[in-house]
């Protein structure tokens, strides 16, 4: 497996990235939820066979880094067996959905993810970025979480169909709302989208039982969540917590966060709230992402404390850490960082080349500093 980069696939973990420490290893789980014993199985495999270390990625992945090739095989096993992984690859690539992660046993989130994970085998072929969106609870969480087919919850109160880059959607039928979506993913491969690779790039007249005035209703508020410092934490941590505390499943969430289900009130939390790291986005820069040319994280925890705004600090133009604008961001090239001011990773710098020592001065001290 050495060497081993995919390039325009969401690696998963029978597809891991190479990365710097080693090979990144994404396990979906079921509805993005975890039992306990699967929790503290998941643990033991990243200790067992990575660096313990374990992402939450923005399609609420848990993500096992620093897995050695040499037990990459035996590692997929033991997913397998905690049931955290499908046994087929195909299956599992397939099963790209992001659902609302405060679903309730029997409600229209969960009524529709397990269907549409039951009828998998009915999709086309699609690239392998392309996911899905459940978000059918009485409002919607997830709007600005990527995903290009989508079902939501409508300002009328019905569920909708929505592709993604369009602001409205249709009405679905009730019991054939993923009928409708499989037509969808069908229509998209037909119509060329392809070669687009994502729904939102692909400009194609949508067909008219696709197309319509609805529109989702406004975004429901999260509920509680633990953010983790940059959307990282330690096996061991994640371990100790669950065996110190009565936490009955684990829910992974699209924003960085996990929701420990079963404590009691009053639990103390796994991170203080407070903790700069949780403010700022960060990816993981170098030396873990190979296109990093600069340390990322230990920069943004200096910095976030004394930024009032939203801060971001990128390894490179990607900016996988966050898609949405922030207010500073620093990225990443050829050992220096590039300012950009309310924007994104890839937005045209307004200073480049920038020392990380010299940086405060820049972003504090000049018109339109936050
Ligand atoms: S933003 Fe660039 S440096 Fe950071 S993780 Fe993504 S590809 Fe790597």
Redesign the pocket.
Known sequence: MSGFVVKGWCPDAYRPMAAGDGLLVRVRPRLARLTREQTIGLCAAAIAYGSGEIDVTQRANLQLRGVTDAGWRSLLERLVALDLIDADADRQARANILVAPDWLDGDDTHRLANELLARLDDLPVLPGKFGFVIDAGTAPVLLGDPGDLRIERSAAGALMLRADGRATGVPLEPGAEIATLIALAHWFVTSGGTAAGRMARHTAALPAWASGDARPAAAAPRGPVTPLPFGRIHANTLARYLTAHAVRTVRVTPWRALIFEGIAPGTPPLFPADEAAIRADA???APA?P??SVATRALAQRLAPHVAGTLHV???A????RAQPADVVLVGRDGRFDLVRHGR?GDSPVRTGLHPDTIPDHIFAEPGAV
Do not use: N, P, T
Request: aromatic letters at 0%; hydrophobic letters at 30%.
């Open positions: 990816c993981v820069g992402c296109q990093a990128s390894g490179c990607k900016g996988c850490a990773a």
